[in-house]
């Protein structure tokens, strides 16, 4: 199976620190990515976790459990440019297929 | 380095006619991925080329869908004949080798509308 789950939404302040969880179900696992998605436009890729641990890019963070097949992306300092959708995505060992989650909008306020 | 580009950025058409997306990838990017994403299902993986050849295309819907490859630097995804149910955001993304943190590049997606 290959369930990717991830909440909807989250409001959070300019600022502020938000993590983004992302729990998945599924054989062949070889890799998790995150991308950022602001309306309207194409997914960015922002990191990218194949061993347990967190790997650190500037203000965001991403974490990964394989075990607990779980991640969370944490993004710090929050700025009004981070509103947008995230997206957690599955790779599958053996080719370079992707399979994504439905995304976390989370929408920054003054 | 342009990226991704995929044409036409939007296409409005009427139920029951042909559509025609194209996509030329990075170059030297040797995979090549049609997506589709609509609010309900999420960016949903429809087929993947590997080396111009396709590797899977189980995401495809039906019959009514096809996807070529002709050469490294051009593919295009077709929908014949068009219904309402197609309209969504569909986007085209490359990638080098297999393996490691080669992540995705997508192009900027073209929107259609079948009314």
């Known amino acids: 199976g290959q369930n990717i789950d991830q909440p909807t939404e989250m409001t959070a302040t300019e600022g502020a620190i938000v993590q983004i969880n992302c729990t998945y179900q599924?054989?062949?696992?070889?890799?998790l990515f995150w991308y950022q998605q602001h309306a309207g436009e194409a997914p960015t890729f922002l990191s990218y976790n194949v061993l347990d641990g967190l790997e650190e890019k500037g203000r965001f963070s991403s974490f990964l459990s394989r075990s607990k097949g779980y991640s969370y992306l944490l993004l710090k300092e929050l700025q009004m440019k981070d509103s947008a959708s995230y997206l957690c995505a599955v790779r599958f060992y053996g080719n370079n297929r992707l399979a994504f989650g439905k995304g976390n909008q989370v929408v920054v306020i003054p | 380095d342009a990226g991704v580009i995929q044409s036409p950025r939007h296409e409005v058409t009427e139920m029951g006619q042909e559509v025609t997306l194209r996509c030329k990838p990075i170059s030297g990017h040797n995979s090549l991925f049609w997506y589709r994403q609509t609010m309900m299902r999420g960016l949903e993986l429809l087929i993947y080329?590997?080396?111009?050849?396709?590797?899977?295309d189980s995401g495809m819907p039906e019959d009514r869908f096809s996807a070529k490859m002709p050469n490294a630097s051009f593919s295009t995804l077709k929908i014949q004949p068009s219904e309402p149910r197609d309209s969504a955001v569909y986007f085209c993304a490359s990638s080098g080798a297999s393996g490691g943190n080669n992540e995705q590049f997508f192009g900027p997606g073209t929107r259609l509308t079948v009314l």
């Open positions: 080329f590997n080396n111009n050849v396709p590797i899977d």
């Open positions: 599924t054989s062949g696992f070889n890799g």
